[in-house]
């Protein structure tokens, strides 16, 4: 069963737009962690965010934040006033409880390009 | 630049021959993790190890292995190669291994070409 699915394979926004990134996820456990990361065309894999799955409030961090529901089992990356830097592919990755194997399980990925 | 340094960037060789990856975890970290990234089955999980121990085995080949060595650098070991076994691979590290929340740190892999 995929754990982590994000739907949309590209997606093109105007600069300084604001761009949202679907992300859901299954889970039967009540502890898990979502992360967010970046991954530019040059390959490397850029943590971004992070979101609890007891965390009260949306996380965010800087231009980023996390549209966290719950009970929907989604978690979107939401992109303030994007800039053509943004452009690159994004994963949402799970990782499940607190002990044993702390694996991230990863969606396919969205490809975002920020068109000037 | 994340803290995890990887070598090399780039490896081209042979079917059936063998290859060494090396991983540098950022300072302080003890457990490292392998991914592989291929265009047809995505990021996945290969191997974690913890202070020296195998922690967590993922989808990993028999023809695969991997170790931590008492200074916390790791090497995953490839043999037999194949065509399929071309990819990107990460190492990326986290500070105890422990908990859903710990952020895991990137390198920027090894891109290996398998000809």
């Known amino acids: 069963a995929q754990k982590i699915t994000q739907t949309q394979p590209g997606m093109f926004v105007q600069e300084k737009e604001a761009v949202t990134l679907d992300c859901t996820y299954d889970?039967?456990?009540?502890?898990?962690?979502l992360f967010w990361y970046k991954q530019p065309s040059s390959g490397e894999m850029i943590f971004l965010i992070y979101?609890?799955?007891?965390?009260?409030q949306n996380a965010t961090e800087g231009r980023y934040s996390l549209n966290f529901q719950k009970a929907r089992k989604s978690a979107n990356l939401v992109i303030s006033a994007s800039q053509l830097g943004d452009s690159a592919m994004y994963f949402c990755?799970?990782?499940?409880?607190?002990?044993?194997?702390?694996?991230?399980?990863f969606g396919q990925g969205t490809r975002l390009t920020i068109n000037p | 630049d994340s803290g995890v340094t990887q070598t090399p960037k780039h490896l081209i060789t042979a079917t059936g021959q063998r290859v060494t990856l090396r991983c540098s975890p950022r300072?302080?970290?003890?457990?490292v993790y392998w991914y592989q990234q291929s265009l047809d089955q995505g990021l996945q999980f290969l191997i974690q190890?913890?202070?020296?121990?195998?922690?967590a085995k993922g989808n990993i080949l028999e023809r695969f292995s991997a170790q931590q060595f008492p200074d916390l650098h790791s090497e995953l070991n490839l043999s037999s190669l194949e065509l399929g076994d071309s990819a990107l691979y990460f190492c990326a590290s986290s500070a105890g291994g422990q908990g859903a929340g710990e952020t895991q740190y990137f390198g920027p892999g090894t891109r290996l070409l398998v000809l």
């Open positions: 979101q609890g799955s007891y965390d009260q």
């Open positions: 300072s302080g970290d003890l457990s």
């Open positions: 990755a799970m990782r499940e409880g607190f002990q044993g194997a702390q694996k991230l399980v």
């Open positions: 889970t039967s456990d009540p502890s898990y962690g």
């Open positions: 190890y913890y202070n020296g121990e195998e922690r």
